[in-house]
């Protein structure tokens, strides 16, 4: 990736973007750069990760050839039951950015990209004492190692390159994604979180709706329905086979096969 070209052409709408080619993880160093008083909207973009992290405490495999990255966002004015949009927020910049490098691609609820049915790409946010959010973005670009192994519920990983028609340029890649999700979160924050046309736009690449599936939750607990909608708050609505609806605000979702 070229540094000066990311730097030129994004900072701006970001306070700070640093790139460096490798790191432990781009989500723990916006963390400690967060409690250093590292401003609104600074990114952090990694060629390599060693020491990825995933949803619910799980490791994130983080070879070369991927795009890292995380940014600081002190969403200010946005109330707190509302900050949870921000990941499936950065779902829609990622469809976004995969249209831009030719791949068409969908979400699994809340913020997974899907490509031909497998995963290329994970959100992760956490939120730091000062109430900032660090948001952090993994995207598989290029061809991954054969010894890369299924996510949770067994979702096969791919890659942007293996469905796009052209090379997939990392720097124009992370420039389209970052980008995109200013624009995101600039519209969303000035909405004070309340944006009903990105409700309407991540319900329309979300591939969860209307799919059947299963909602593996804490202790072990399993529910089995439909998933029916995401209702404003971001929360996913599934519907069971009694017809009773259940709100879904944390677990991971596995599409059933339709029989």
Same mark, same amino acid.
């Given at each position: ?8 052409? !994004? ?15 781009? $989500?723990? %160093? ?17 060629? *390599? ?47 976004? /950015? ?8 969908? #979400?699994?609820?809340? $913020?997974?990209? !899907? ?11 956490? =939120? ?8 952090? =973005?993994?995207? $598989?670009?290029?061809? #991954?190692?054969? %010894? ?11 890659? !942007? ?22 624009? !995101? ?5 000035? #909405?004070?979180? %309340? ?20 909602? *593996? ?13 995401? /209702? ?5 609505? &599934? ?8 709100? &879904?605000?944390?677990? %991971?979702? =596995?599409? #059933?096969?339709?029989?």
């Amino acid at each position: 990736m070229d540094a000066a070209t990311l730097r030129d052409r !994004l900072v701006g709408p970001y306070a700070a973007v640093d790139v460096v080619a490798s790191t432990g993880s781009t $989500n723990a %160093d916006l963390r400690a750069a967060a409690g250093s008083g590292a401003p609104d909207r600074t990114a952090l973009i990694a060629g *390599e990760q060693l020491s990825g992290q995933g949803r619910r405490g799980r490791g994130w495999v983080s070879p070369t050839g991927g795009l890292y990255l995380s940014v600081l966002f002190r969403p200010v004015g946005v109330p707190a039951q509302r900050v949870p949009w921000l990941t499936l927020l950065a779902g829609v910049a990622l469809v976004r /950015a995969a249209a831009d490098a030719g791949v068409r691609a969908t #979400l699994k609820w809340p $913020n997974d990209l !899907l490509v031909g049915g497998a995963k290329a790409a994970g959100v992760l946010a956490e =939120v730091t004492a000062d109430e900032a959010v660090v948001l952090g =973005v993994g995207l $598989n670009v290029a061809r #991954l190692p054969a %010894d890369v192994e299924p996510g949770a519920g067994g979702l096969a990983p791919t890659s !942007l390159a293996d469905h796009a028609a052209a090379p997939v340029d990392r720097t124009e890649l992370a420039v389209s994604l970052l980008r995109q999700l200013h624009d !995101l979160e600039a519209r969303w924050r000035g #909405l004070a979180g %309340d944006d009903p046309a990105l409700r309407e736009e991540y319900r329309a690449h979300c591939a969860t709706l209307g799919h059947p599936v299963r909602v *593996e939750l804490a202790r072990g607990v399993a529910l089995l329905g439909t998933a029916r909608d995401v /209702a404003d708050d971001g929360t996913l609505v &599934v519907r069971d086979e009694t017809g009773a609806d259940h709100p &879904v605000s944390a677990g %991971d979702v =596995v599409h #059933l096969r339709v029989r």
